[in-house]
């Protein structure tokens, strides 16, 4: 455990004051709006100047405007990103607690818990993004998705339920973690096999979808800021194929659901009223401290983005996974004999939200999904961890792998990153967020992906690092 939080502490440390955004003074694109909340919030709060998107992140920007208040702390632009910092420092903490907590919950085999480890937190946003763009929301957003979890995974209700409160206003998909507790824990049972229908029906959404984004807003496949990231129509032959089929294994998910009557799936009445209330209370909160200003992004908007960065490449969405959390694919491809398993386990919520998280990662923006892709590493790790024990050295290979691919010695920040997004130097910044990679990038990291995905599955398939049993 403590050399696993040694490979997160040292690169931290070591980078604390080397890289900083050289955009709006250090605040960022997105960070100049939460920065301005912290310097000024009661003034904010006012002029009625928080929309209801930024509204729903305002947590860390409040709680840092009164911690600074209450220490006499000038909120200068060089101080509240000094803050910002040592509140990521702070939350990653915290989403380490709480990993550690599910771990042990979950009763996860010490080497899959290195595995689980390094994919979330072996990576850019962790050690790069935490402290070169300090005023990003993921950080927070990602450690409260992990509270989450911990609380569910240890049956606490009470404190899942709190947490959704908080952490909804950290991100907007908290809001989702609810499905595990309407739909609770079960024990491992038989499964029904998936009706043929279903392994068509997210196809089915996804393309009726994509079409109504082709068909009402054409423009949003080639306006900027979709420029930089371009529909490749030589390319859409393939690019929607795959997106299909992606679709269509996640349908496979309902053919793992544990056989039971319906009545048996849900959570006693009691708590789908504490999770009513929960939602209520978060939108009349939402609705009362925000703005008129309309929100950047919108439930539709946010559905169009999604189709259009399906199709920016093919297989744009997993190459951009790659590029932002290499060991989230790669996890997943060490995960697939155990998965049936795992979701026998987790039970109906769980696959509601495999779902849901896996059709929100047709878009290729990780960072936006930081809040839930707790779950799909929980998801990943536990059906790693029911394969049994993997060779020790294989932790110590795959950890220090991704350490390396986390970039955290990379200098963005003397960059100009004012620049178009698809060309050097701003490239080096933005070819970690996804669609805005440029065609050099996408091959290559789609190659990187290709080849050591293929490389795991060839040395399983010959033995080289197979799990043992576990000891009874």
């Known amino acids: 455990m403590l050399l696993l939080i040694a490979l997160v502490a040292l690169p931290l440390a070591l980078t604390r004051d080397r890289d900083l955004i050289p955009v709006n003074k250090g605040f960022g694109w997105d960070g ?19 929309n209801s998107h930024r509204i729903q992140r305002i947590l860390v920007p409040a709680g840092l405007y009164y911690v600074m208040e209450a220490m006499g702390i000038p909120r200068t632009e060089e101080q509240v990103i000094r803050a910002y910092r040592v509140a990521n420092v702070f ?17 996860w085999h010490p080497v899959a818990t290195a595995l689980g480890f390094g994919a979330l937190f072996l990576s850019v946003p962790v ?23 911990w609380c569910w995974r240890r049956g606490w209700r009470t404190g899942l339920l709190l947490t959704v409160l908080i952490g909804a206003f950290t991100g907007p998909t908290m809001i989702l973690y609810l499905l595990l507790l309407l739909f609770p824990r079960q024990e491992p049972s ?46 859409l032959v393939l690019a929607l194929p795959l997106a299909l089929v992606w679709t269509a294994l996640l349908g496979k998910v309902s053919g793992w659901l544990p056989v039971r009557p319906w009545r048996q799936r849900v959570a006693a009445w009691p708590w789908w009223v504490g999770a009513a209330a929960v939602v209520v209370l978060i939108q009349v909160l939402i609705r009362t401290g925000s703005g008129a200003e309309a929100p950047p992004q919108t439930l539709t908007t946010y559905l169009q983005g999604i189709m259009v960065q399906s199709v920016v490449y093919p297989g744009g969405f997993l190459v951009a996974h790659f590029q932002y959390l290499p060991g989230l694919v790669l996890l997943g491809v060490l995960a697939i004999p155990g998965l049936s398993g795992a979701f026998r386990e987790a039970g109906t919520g769980a696959a509601i939200l495999t779902l849901v998280t896996g059709f929100l990662l047709l878009g290729s923006e990780t960072r936006q999904l930081l809040q839930l892709l707790p779950w799909a590493v929980w998801l990943l790790t536990s059906a790693v961890d029911r394969q049994g024990v993997w060779p020790a050295w294989w932790a110590v290979v795959w950890c220090l792998g991704l350490c390396a691919a986390g970039r955290w010695w990379e200098r963005l920040g003397r960059h100009d990153l004012t620049s ?3 060309e050097e130097p701003a490239q080096r910044y933005f070819r970690f967020h996804g669609p805005w990679m440029n065609e050099t ?32």
């Open 91 to 107: 939350f990653i903490a915290l989403g380490i607690l709480a990993f550690f907590g599910l771990a042990a919950a979950s009763g």
């Open 420 to 422: 178009g997004f698809m």
């Open 190 to 235: 038989a499964t029904r096999p998936a009706p043929v229908w279903i392994w068509g029906l997210l196809p089915v959404v996804y393309l009726g979808l994509w079409t109504w984004a082709w068909t009402r807003a054409p423009e949003a496949f080639h306006r900027p800021p979709s420029d930089s990231h371009p529909v490749q129509m030589e390319w």
């Open 127 to 149: 050690l790069k993004m935490s402290l070169f763009y300090p005023l990003l929301p993921d950080i927070p957003a990602m450690a409260m998705g992990l509270v989450a979890l």
């Open 32 to 50: 100049q709006m939460y920065g301005m909340y912290t310097q000024y919030l009661p003034q904010a709060f006012d002029q009625k100047a928080i």
């Open 441 to 472: 990038t996408w091959w290559t990291a789609g190659a990187a992906l290709l080849l050591l995905a293929g490389g795991l599955l060839l040395a399983r398939r010959k033995g080289w690092f197979h799990p043992q049993p576990r000891k009874s």
